[in-house]
């Protein structure tokens, strides 16, 4: 059985975890014809455009250094 002390420091752990992750939103996604889906991310404040297969990586906690994704262009139109 667990104490009150043993939950409360197992909550703070897990709040702390949480906090220190990178946060991944999908702001867009692009469907292709060719079955390629290319989905527009936004990773601690800049924009990426990543393919399925990295968007998974990006979910799981990789960083975009780690994964040698270059920022998406401002101006580019999708």
């Known amino acids: ?3 009150p002390v043993a939950n409360q420091i197992r909550k703070r752990r897990a709040v702390s975890d949480a906090l220190g992750r990178h946060k991944v ?18 990773v601690s404040g800049q ?3 990543v393919s399925d297969a990295l ?3 990006l979910m799981a906690g990789a960083t975009p250094r780690e994964l040698e994704l ?3 262009p ?5």
Do not use: H, K, N
């Open 1 to 3: 059985m667990r104490t």
């Open 25 to 42: 939103f999908v702001s867009s996604r692009l469907f292709r014809g060719d079955g390629q889906t290319i989905s527009r991310v936004l």
């Open 47 to 49: 924009y990426y455009d």
């Open 55 to 57: 968007l998974d990586r």
């Open 70 to 72: 270059e920022p998406a």
């Open 74 to 78: 401002e101006d580019a139109a999708r």
